[in-house]
T-cell receptor, first 112, second 117 residues
Framework: DTGVSQDPRHKITKRGQNVTFRCDPISEHNRLYWYRQTLGQGPEFLTYFQNEAQLEKSRLLSDRFSAERPKGSFSTLEIQRTEQGDSAMYLC??????????FGSGTRLTVV | GESVGLHLPTLSVQEGDNSIINCAYSNSASDYFIWYKQESGKGPQFIIDIRSNMDKRQGQRVTVLLNKTVKHLSLQIAATQPGDSAVYFCAENDLNRSGGSNYKLTFGKGTLLTVNP
């Protein structure tokens, strides 16, 4: 197993465009999380899936954000009508009952 | 709101010295704590964790101490090496709130550790 994979590693987009990020968790992990991290800050929780069910969403996740995990494996995070304030590192993590959080390397989004 | 914070934003040590990174938390219900190391351009890497029924836990070159009385957590790194240079975060979770599963970690701001050769 290669750990949690995120794609792309970097994304530069113009304000107003839509972007989609993908996360492939560790295969035996049933829980998947999205976090956002801005420069100099710790990661902030966005949302959490157990299998395919999205069980919690942070107030940080505005209506422009949507996350899916259709088959309980990989997940996508879409941001519509991007704003400059969306520029951040988007981190994915996965876990199971027997394994704690493992983070991916993140997708760095720059909105210009 | 409740948060996890750090006493020192930066720490500079000489190679071979021991490092101590501190963390204060305010949520008295927190019962699970994790230390992460984050290198530039990478995601947080798990170092060590501790549950609130313990006050000390040791790993390879690392020790975590938990003082629930003053809500303080520390990470001790023995014989610090240049490869230890990174930002260190503590994170907390209330396992009871989470229904027994560990999710929704709350992170502090981080401490930048610089190891001088």
């Amino acid at each position: 197993d290669t750990g949690v994979s995120q794609d792309p590693r970097h994304k530069i987009t113009k304000r107003g465009q839509n972007v989609t990020f993908r996360c492939d968790p560790i295969s035996e992990h049933n829980r998947l999380y999205w976090y956002r991290q801005t420069l100099g800050q710790g990661p902030e929780f966005l949302t959490y899936f157990q299998n395919e069910a999205q069980l919690e969403k942070s107030r940080l996740l505005s209506d422009r954000f949507s996350a899916e995990r259709p088959k309980g494996s990989f997940s996508t995070l879409e941001i519509q009508r991007t704003e400059q304030g969306d520029s951040a590192m988007y981190l994915c993590a996965s876990s199971s009952d027997n394994h704690g959080y493992t983070f991916g390397s993140g997708t760095r989004l720059t909105v210009v | 709101g409740e948060s996890v914070g750090l006493h020192l934003p930066t720490l500079s040590v000489q190679e071979g010295d021991n490092s101590i990174i501190n963390c204060a938390y305010s949520n008295s219900a927190s019962d699970y704590f994790i230390w992460y190391k984050q290198e530039s351009g990478k995601g947080p890497q798990f170092i060590i964790d501790i549950r609130s029924n313990m006050d000390k836990r040791q790993g390879q070159r690392v020790t975590v101490l938990l003082n629930k009385t003053v809500k303080h957590l520390s990470l001790q790194i023995a014989a610090t090496q240049p490869g230890d240079s990174a930002v260190y975060f503590c994170a907390e979770n209330d396992l009871n709130r989470s229904g027994g599963s560990n999710y929704k970690l709350t992170f502090g701001k981080g401490t930048l550790l610089t190891v001088n050769p």
